[in-house]
Antibody, heavy 115, light 107 residues
């Protein structure tokens, strides 16, 4: 069974940093693109970043470029999102999703940026 | 950035009725269009990918059609568990984008 489990969310002050993790199981992690998507409270879905199977290609939304870094450890079957210089508008539930068609999603982890 | 527009914003229907949801792209996305269902407090669930392909485990009452800029998600006969928000999403160009969603609620 495919499982994606996010962790690392929490309350952080503006300007702070946080690292999210997404632990994958039930499939060959190293064969798939992976994504981060976020959803602000009561709002729609927004793509944040994606990474190819070996980590050599990454893309970012303009709103996070230069502040967020996506990475992966295929030996640990884990996807990461390093978030620096956090702003109030980064407050959202962050989901990881599998494959170019985002066929499986984790349950999400809430990031709250507030003083 | 490709902008996706969904209509209507809300669709009020009864169980057993047919639901037709529309998604329009600001430029051609070929057939790289997906549909997701999201219920409150849950992650999105992939229903349709590449315009017309049902994802694994998705019931046959869900179907997708279209190409280029105009797409449709049809639910042939609404079941109680189908009342939710539906999002379209394109993967033709980066950044990948979602539409604002259509809420299907109980009439």
């Amino acid at each position: 069974e495919v499982q994606l489990v996010e962790s690392g969310g929490g309350l952080v002050q503006p300007g702070g940093s946080l690292r999210l993790s997404c632990a994958a199981s039930g499939f060959t992690f190293s064969s798939y693109w992976m994504h981060w998507v976020r959803q602000a409270p009561g709002k729609g879905l927004v793509w944040v970043s994606r990474i190819n199977s070996d980590g050599s290609t990454t893309n970012y939304a303009d709103s996070v470029k230069g502040r967020f870094t996506i990475s992966r450890d295929n030996a640990k079957n884990t996807l990461y999102l390093q978030m620096n210089s956090l702003r109030a508008e980064d407050t959202a539930v962050y989901y990881c999703a599998r494959d170019i068609i985002a066929d499986y999603w984790g349950q999400g982890t809430l990031v709250t940026v507030s003083s | 950035e490709i902008v996706l527009t969904q209509s209507p914003a809300t669709l009020s229907l009864s169980p057993g009725e047919r639901a037709t949801l529309s998604c329009r792209a600001s430029q051609s996305v070929r057939t790289y269009l997906a549909w997701y269902q999201q219920k409150p407090g849950q992650a999105p669930r992939l229903l349709i990918y590449d315009a017309s392909n049902r994802a694994t485990g998705i019931p046959a009452r869900f179907s997708g059609s279209g190409s280029g800029t105009d797409f449709t998600l049809t639910i042939s006969s609404l079941e109680p568990e189908d009342f939710a928000v539906y999002y379209c999403q394109q993967r033709s160009n980066w950044p990948l984008t979602f539409g604002p969603g259509t809420k299907v609620d109980i009439k």
